[in-house]
Nanobody, 129 residues
Framework: QVQLVESGGGSVQAGASLRLSCVAS????????MAWFRQAPGKEREFVAA?????????AYPDSVKGRFTISRDNGKNTVYLQMNGLITDDTAVYYC?????????????????????WGQGTQVTVSS
């Protein structure tokens, strides 16, 4: 099992940047595919970014954040990051960190909520105009 703790959320103006961090417990962090999801009030949880297990040589993003958000990982610190630049009001949501090991068997990076087994408690990001 792995426990995830997010931090770095806050309230910012449109156009600003934030960096979210997610620290994982345990010694096997590098064996987990990691991702960020977000959930706005009244909406379903949606995929934001994913990074491959190991060195994180592959990443994936939906069109809504591509070019503005960057996911990265530091296995030595058991941490995954989400750098968010050019924030817009539609980015307002609770952001969740998630982990899975299904991708150790191969295949594409996972983008579905149901593919992830471990979740953090979330961190609020609020973007005002």
């Amino acid at each position: 099992q792995v426990q995830l703790v997010e931090s770095g959320g806050g309230s910012v103006q449109a156009g600003a940047s934030l960096r979210l961090s997610c620290v994982a417990s345990g010694r096997t962090f590098s064996t987990y595919g990691m991702a960020w999801f977000r959930q706005a009030p009244g909406k379903e949880r949606e995929f934001v970014a994913a990074i491959k297990w190991g060195s994180g040589s592959e990443t994936a993003y939906p069109d809504s954040v591509k070019g503005r958000f960057t996911i990265s990982r530091d296995n030595g610190k058991n941490t995954v990051y989400l750098q968010m630049n050019g924030l817009i009001t539609d980015d307002t949501a609770v952001y969740y960190c998630a982990a899975e090991q299904r991708s150790l068997l191969g295949g594409d990076l996972r983008r579905q909520v149901g593919d992830y087994d471990y979740w953090g408690q979330g961190t609020q990001v609020t973007v005002s105009s």
